[in-house]
């Protein structure tokens, strides 16, 4: 049994604070999602075995900008997983527009894609399974629906799989998250990226998913053949999710002994106090630090209005294996 808890019962913790956890589980996620194999072997560890200060001294978080848009996608599939009616009712409402399926929805239900994590093991089986063998993809256009579990397998082939695909889905390789609603038999291909200049689009990707922005108003519209789900800034989502990647960037400065960020980029005073607590286990895994944060997030408080659902790991990411160890011929230098 682990021993890292942030539990304080002097302290309880408050709804925001239940909120910021959960995101900072996600960004965990995410930072674990980007260790190739190489690094694991470097770390001679398996996903699961890595700690909070391994972790920030291979992670990419200070030299990565991409990195923040890897947190974003985590920490998006996990609210809608978890609940969360910030990001939840913008989605429900742009999967309305995008098909009449949608339109007597209640809550919307995320499978995490990315061709990229087709590689690990049992995470293309995993997604099919979950899906379920009567499951359909919902395609551009009118026509039949395609059988989920056959063409997500080609898309997981990535840019290779176009010539593969069917007009109607060429582009469904570029997915990020598959969404459906309760009854989870039609899925819908999102893209999600934390700048909406980035946006990709093209046949069978229905929805994206971005934060507001100065030039784009938080809300539900059409662009560019995809119906996007616009998610508020200063007080919805948005505001979250970036005070959660400061302090785990934060903590990840201080335990692999980076270079300091922006004096002026630092997270909230709650932000800070998660902080805190993730730079107090140096050597725990990163796997119990987020069971902790976990813990954090489902506390049950009076007057809630809601609960988030805990998020398991999927198995994919805690089974990513180290890279054969390759012996390498003793150096010899030509005299200079």
């Given at each position: 049994?682990s ?34 194999a190489a ?26 900008k ?37 339109r ?9 894609f ?12 995993a997604t ?14 009118q ?17 290779a ?13 570029k ?14 291909a ?5 700048n909406h ?36 800034d200063?007080?919805?989502f ?5 005070d ?41 895994k ?11 997030a489902?506390q049950?408080?009076?007057?809630v ?24 011929a ?5 005299p200079?």
């Open positions: 049994m021993e890292v808890t942030f539990l304080n019962q002097r302290e309880p913790i408050d709804e925001p604070g239940r909120a910021l956890a959960a995101v900072g589980r996600s960004v965990l996620r995410a930072l674990l999602d980007s260790l190739s690094d694991l072997t470097d770390l001679n560890a398996t996903a699961g075995e890595v700690t909070m200060r391994q972790l920030a001294k291979v992670g990419r978080i200070d030299r990565d991409g990195m923040q848009g890897d947190g974003f996608e985590w920490a998006v599939h996990e609210a809608i997983v978890g609940g969360e009616l910030k990001v939840t009712e913008p989605i429900a409402a742009a999967l309305a527009k995008a098909s009449p399926s949608f007597s929805m209640s809550d919307p239900t995320s499978l995490l990315g061709y990229e994590r087709a590689k690990y093991l049992g995470f293309l089986e099919v399974k979950a899906a379920g063998n009567q499951a359909v993809l919902l395609p551009d256009g026509g039949h629906p395609f059988a989920f579990g056959p063409w997500v397998s080609v898309a997981a082939e990535g840019k799989a176009e010539a593969k695909l069917k007009d109607r889905i060429k582009s469904v390789w997915t990020d998250i598959f969404l459906s609603d309760q009854d989870e038999m039609r899925y819908a999102a893209t999600i990226k934390s200049a980035l946006l990709e689009t093209g046949p069978g990707l229905r929805l994206g998913i971005v934060p507001e922005a100065t030039n784009l108003k938080a809300g539900t519209r059409r662009r560019d053949g995809l119906w996007l789900a616009v998610l508020p200063r007080d919805g948005m505001a979250l999710f970036h959660g990647f400061q302090a785990v960037a934060e903590a990840m400065d201080t335990l692999g002994k980076m270079s300091r960020g922006k004096y002026y980029a630092k997270p909230s005073v709650a932000g800070q106090k998660m902080q805190a607590q993730l730079e107090k286990y140096p050597t725990a990163v796997v119990d630090i987020v069971a902790a944060l976990d813990e954090i489902q049950q408080l009076i007057g209005s809601t609960k988030l659902v805990s998020v398991e790991a999927p198995d994919w990411l805690l089974l990513k294996e180290k890279a054969p160890k390759v012996i390498t003793k150096p010899s230098f030509e200079l």
